[in-house]
């Protein structure tokens, strides 16, 4: 059991954003969980004097696959070490016209495309069944808190869209993104399920930062543009640069 105190705010890093720079006085902590190890040390210290938790969610040197993240290890450890409030910070890729490069959102509905990949704490002999309510994925008071300090700060954010859970680690094709699209979905990333439903089983308050680091295949001006890494990260970087001020608004 952790002798600090508990975070106000517990944040996942995607893709991109193994660390938060701003963040003071931290102390390394790795909570031993029934479901095995969790991606990395969760950094607990102060952001604008609130204390905040922070965890990079493919592991500081982004060892781990989407498919291999431990969900249930991460919610878990952050939940022990006293989160009640989660906000995962997810590198996408744009759909919809609203969404693209560099563009931040905080979607409102989901659809889960993953396969093979344990959704629930259901799992182990004895343990209850639970039946969550899922009808909104991503916690309504925290997505407005999010958007309000968002407001509040001058960043710029896309209220609402549907996020794409795909499997991975390789991207999509053209003709899986043209099916997204008839599906409703504006985002598609990797890793938004199953940690948004573990969440809500656990009772932690939950919302997705999309951040959006290219249009996915042939969704953009261009329908043959090649994806590039570098791409990706510098329009993660360009992206993220408001995101202190975000989250000190959000802090308030």
Same mark, same amino acid.
């Given at each position: 059991?952790?002798? !600090?105190? $508990?975070? @106000? +705010?517990? !944040?996942?890093? /995607?893709? /991109?954003? #193994?660390?938060?720079a701003e963040l003071d006085d931290v102390q390394l902590e790795q909570p031993v969980t029934r479901y095995g190890a969790l991606s990395g040390p969760v950094h607990m210290g102060l952001f604008a004097g609130r204390r905040v938790a922070f965890l990079a969610r493919h592991g500081e040197g982004h060892s781990l696959p989407p498919h291999r993240?431990? #969900?249930?290890?991460?919610?878990?450890? +952050? %939940?022990?070490?006293?989160?009640?409030?989660? +906000?995962?910070l997810n590198t996408v890729g744009?759909?919809? @016209?609203r969404f693209g490069p560099r563009v931040l959102a905080? $979607?409102? %509905?989901?659809?889960?495309?993953?396969? /093979?990949?344990? /959704?629930?704490?259901?799992?182990?002999?004895?343990? @209850?069944?639970?039946?969550? &309510?899922?009808? &909104? $994925?991503?916690? $309504?008071?925290?997505?407005?808190r999010v958007i309000d300090a968002a407001a509040a700060a001058?960043?710029?954010?896309?209220d609402g869209g549907c996020y794409g859970a795909t499997q991975g680690p390789r991207l999509e094709t053209r003709a899986e993104i043209?099916?997204?699209r008839r599906d409703g979905c504006d985002l598609v990333g990797m890793t938004g399920m199953p940690e948004a439903a573990l969440a809500r089983e656990l009772g932690l308050e939950y919302a997705c930062l999309a951040i959006v680091a290219n249009w996915a295949a042939g969704a953009g001006p261009v329908v043959d543009e090649q994806i590039t890494l570098d791409e990706v990260l510098a329009n993660v970087a360009a992206a993220s640069a408001g995101l202190p001020a975000l989250l000190r608004a959000l802090l308030q």
């Open positions: 059991m952790s002798l !600090i105190a $508990p975070p @106000e +705010l517990a !944040i996942i890093g /995607g893709t /991109g954003l #193994y660390a938060l993240i431990n #969900y249930r290890a991460n919610l878990s450890a +952050l %939940q022990a070490l006293g989160a009640t409030r989660v +906000l995962a744009g759909i919809g @016209e905080c $979607p409102d %509905q989901l659809i889960d495309y993953t396969h /093979g990949r344990i /959704g629930t704490f259901c799992e182990e002999e004895g343990s @209850e069944v639970l039946h969550v &309510d899922f009808g &909104d $994925p991503y916690t $309504p008071s925290l997505r407005r001058g960043v710029g954010l896309v043209a099916r997204l």
